[in-house]
């Protein structure tokens, strides 16, 4: 006996692919025009050094919001005895659930706008961590960027309990260093590289 639903399922599939046509091409355009005036949005887009601890955003609405779930996730969540577990749990989160993207141009997200596509860079990942850390309590979380020839890595990292712990988002590495000069020798700086660090408070460049 024929399924008198498949006519129905035929259309059903036949509309989706006409919606998921129309978004390839819709998306192809935004590309066509992005890369147009590529030259004028990274203009308008960069940001001064002084400018950078403006990305940091630990007390966004929607930063805050994830901090206050992490929390929850501990009975009576107390700083001293919590913190570097809810710092992992937002490591994990921020590293395996924000999925990964590459621009083609040079574009920053703000935390909330990172949150609301749950995608981002590493940059913006990193500055997404950073933002979570301090909203769970930890004002030294702070972005490290470490540059040598036409390579760039990107850190956060923070001090607790008599250590530094370095979070790696986009290999998704965590290490602890006895103090921030270990953390630093272990970036290998030489008179080629160059390195600063930020966070919603300050800008210092550390090469």
Do not use: H
């Not at 006996?1 to 919606?19: F, H, Q, V, Y």
């Not at 080629?192 to 408070?201: K, R, T, V």
């Amino acid at each position: 006996m024929e399924s008198t639903d498949a006519p129905g399922r035929e259309n059903e599939i036949e509309s989706l692919r006409d919606s998921l046509d129309s978004y390839v091409r819709l998306s192809n355009i935004y590309l066509l025009i992005i890369s147009k005036y590529k030259d004028y949005i990274e203009e308008k887009e960069a940001l001064s050094v002084a400018e950078l601890p403006t990305l940091v955003t630990p007390k966004a609405a929607m930063v805050a919001r994830k901090a206050a779930d992490i929390k929850s996730e501990f009975d009576n969540y107390d700083y001293d005895a919590n913190f570097y577990d809810a710092g992992m749990k937002a490591f994990d989160f921020v590293s395996k659930g924000i999925g990964s993207t590459a621009l083609p141009i040079e574009f920053w997200l703000m935390p909330e706008e990172t949150l609301r596509f749950m995608l981002g860079d590493v940059t913006d990942k990193s500055i997404l961590l950073c933002s979570i850390l301090i909203a769970l309590g930890n004002p030294s979380s702070k972005v490290v960027v470490v540059s040598r020839d036409s390579m760039r890595s990107i850190y956060v990292y923070y001090e607790f309990g008599g250590s530094v712990v370095m979070m790696d988002v986009e290999n998704g590495k965590v290490e602890k260093f006895g103090n921030k000069d270990d953390m630093l020798k272990a970036f290998s700086l030489d008179d080629e590289s160059a390195a600063y660090e930020f966070n919603d408070q300050m800008y210092v460049d550390i090469s």
